[in-house]
């Protein structure tokens, strides 16, 4: 298995970007995640001068830029969003992303599409399956349809998002930075879903393995669907409980399987990095040692 390339949310340390940096190096960690639009530093703000000297503080302690994070809120495009205002600050952010080298963009998209989802009822009884309940065959159950367990999108709602994606593409592909997607509001099959509407070379996935643990689908079937496509990994653990709900935890001490899940990446050829983000754990700096120690054993 190949290296894992470690690095972490510049928000767990601190709020500032050279305290941020000084503790990084200092726990062991290779690079850097940043909130392109944080509550003390927003990066696309930033003048030529201010991004060089960013830089600058990266290269003096010998930390890496993994990418910039773009939360586009609860609404994602989806209605009552202002679109018009969500793809301009993403073409801030992408356009500071190239002036900082930064190799990725994550974006958290928010609400989906949800795929239609079909369950093939059982197979009926016949009267010869029955066994000792003898019945004619004029009486078995006939056979039964799929039954619909998820109706089909709003259209207005899909072509919102799928307008709105086809204009992110556009950004992505003259900027040429590549854009990682995940949502905490929506579903893998959602995200695939999206995928293949808007079909964009610059586009993935930021994996999260602690949404994957409240998912429908499987790991195995996560990275069956989507392997190819993962860009960025969230660095997060949960613990599962009744109804899909999950409970974060320190990486390594939840019940998502490290060790297997490592290995999927390796199948996959992933060369990128894994971010630790505690940033839902009281204590931060504690879970992102622990889960830095986990992850290197």
């Not at 290269?59 to 202002?82: C, E, I």
């Not at 996935?205 to 989507?226: H, K, T």
């Not at 997060?236 to 999927?264: M, P």
Request: glycine share 10%; net charge negative.
């Amino acid at each position: 298995m190949r290296s894992i390339r470690c690095s972490i949310v510049a928000a767990t340390l601190s709020g500032d970007p050279r305290e941020a940096l000084r503790l990084s190096r200092e726990m062991g960690f290779a690079g850097l995640q940043f909130d392109a639009y944080g509550p003390a530093l927003r990066i696309p703000d930033l003048s030529g001068t201010g991004r060089r000297e960013f830089r600058q503080l990266l290269a003096a302690q010998n930390q890496q830029l993994v990418g910039l994070r773009v939360d586009l809120g609860s609404k994602g495009f989806g209605p009552g969003a202002d679109v018009d205002r969500l793809l301009n600050g993403l073409d801030r952010a992408l356009e500071a992303a190239v002036g900082l080298a930064a190799p990725l963009v994550c974006i958290d998209l928010g609400p989906l599409p949800e795929p239609e989802r079909t369950a093939t009822p059982p197979p009926p009884i016949s009267a010869k399956q029955a066994g000792l309940i003898l019945l004619p065959e004029s009486f078995a159950v006939p056979a039964t349809e799929p039954v619909s367990t998820n109706p089909p999108p709003d259209p207005a709602f899909v072509s919102q998002v799928e307008a709105a994606l086809g204009e992110v593409g556009k950004l992505a592909d003259r900027y040429s930075v590549m854009l990682a997607f995940r949502t905490d509001l929506s579903s893998f099959a959602a995200i695939d879903r999206t995928l293949r509407q808007v079909r964009c070379p610059w586009f993935g996935v930021d994996l999260d393995p602690a949404a994957a643990l409240g998912d429908e689908w499987s790991m195995d079937e996560i990275f069956s669907r989507l392997g190819s496509h993962i860009r960025h990994v969230r660095g997060r653990d949960a613990i599962g409980g009744v109804n899909r709900r999950t409970k974060s935890a320190i990486v390594g001490r939840g019940d998502i399987q490290w060790d297997q899940l490592l290995a999927n990446l390796d199948a996959v050829d992933y060369a990128g990095w894994v971010t630790l983000d505690p940033l839902e754990l009281p204590d931060r700096s504690m879970a992102a040692a622990q889960g830095l120690k986990h992850l290197r054993a």
